[in-house]
């Protein structure tokens, strides 16, 4: 470090330490001579003239032995040794300007001769400035601070490299011969960046180095076989919702599809959400469930007219309140007390003895004096009937929400033979509602 400083302030003619006086007073007048001619020169560094070295460790010893102190105001010599000799230099400033001209000096003498071999688009990439994304640029705070946090605006995204600059960059690094660490450094990526391009160069040449799209495939990913299955089914039924149509697929021809699937290739085949208005409900919607199978069974009766025969049967019903599932039922041209009971004493015999019972005020349940042949049979069988309130048919929701769509999805579009035509094909209907759809 002392070569530079004495290299640098001969090269600069600024100030030469006292020490070098002394040195070169007791040297003589050939030493004089030396000195002044060093002071003329402009060598680049101090160890390019001959002998330097030497008398400056002379200039140093007799300066000790001497006791040469520095000038009043003068600075003492922040590069000095511990324990040393007091050294100074005439002011912080040049010292400083000495040691950056000498850095300077160095580096151009390393940089140049290696300048030319570069290719010119690559001196134009690192000649921009730009980060390239994976560079570690990163300024880091210094140790000891504490970190903070403050409100500040998104700095820009750093520049991508297109195919052609990354392919220009990899061929140079393998021409090089430079470690990939040191490479990085110098065109602003992270090694890592590098080892990647070659592998990718590696497997699919030139191609793996262009821009990948990225994320999945948009769209559905069903198969299709499951696509063309949802839009036949929503054709064939347009009222029915994803779910329905989810839970079909899964017990049906076991393809699986969630709702969500199901929305999105309907979307896919062009169907939109339809906003319907509905009518506001005066009252809060109260439901009720039990808590197991046979603890409430729900009871009611449901009539339509044959077309072709223009007559009118009637269909008795046994639903379970918890799940929802027809223990019994029955078609029948009348609507009689005795045919109730043999839908009842069958629903019995197959699934077991309820708890609770809930009907209507029909004549088949309930009487206006005593007790009905209905009530009868549930007291004999311990059974608890409950009666719903006259003009309320929310009461007995479920069931008569089964009325609606056995109408809907079957009755209202068929046409029946007779009376056991129409059974047997309600019986078909009830058998894909509760075991297929």
Known sequence: MLEFLWSGASKTGRHVPPFAAAASAESGAAADEDSREEATEEPALASDVPGAQSRVTKAMASGRQ???????????????????????????????????????????????????????????????GATFAGGSDC?????????????????AKPESLNAEQRLLLLDTWLRSGLPAGDFAALVGVSRHTLYSWKKKF???????????????????????LTKRTILLLKASNPSWGCQRISDLLARGPALPASPAAVARVLHEAGYEMEEVTTRPHPDVTRSFERAKPNQLWQTDLFTFILKRQNRRVYLVAFMDDHSRFLVGYGLHASQSSALVLEVLRAAITSYGT??????????????????SAFSKELDKRGIRQVVAKPRRPQTLGKIERFWGTLWRECIESAIFIDLGDAQRRIGLFMDHYYYVS
Request: proline share 16%.
């Open 354 to 371: 309820p708890e609770e019972i809930l009907t209507d005020n029909g004549s088949q349940y309930v009487t206006w004096r005593g007790k």
């Open 66 to 128: 001497e006791g040469i102190a520095p000038p009043e105001g003068a600075l003492p010599n922040p590069l000095a040794p511990p324990g040393g000799s007091p050294e100074f230099s005439d002011s912080p400033q040049n010292v400083q300007d000495e040691v950056v001209d000498a850095q300077d000096a160095r580096a151009a003498n390393e940089v140049a001769p290696s300048a030319g071999a570069i290719p010119s688009d690559l001196l134009a990439i690192m000649s921009s």
């Open 202 to 224: 590696q497997q699919q040449g030139p191609a793996g180095l262009m821009e990948q799209p990225r994320g999945g495939p948009r769209g559905s990913r069903l198969p299709d």
């Open 139 to 155: 300024p880091r705070p210094p140790s000891g601070l504490r970190r903070g946090r403050r409100l500040v605006k998104p700095t």
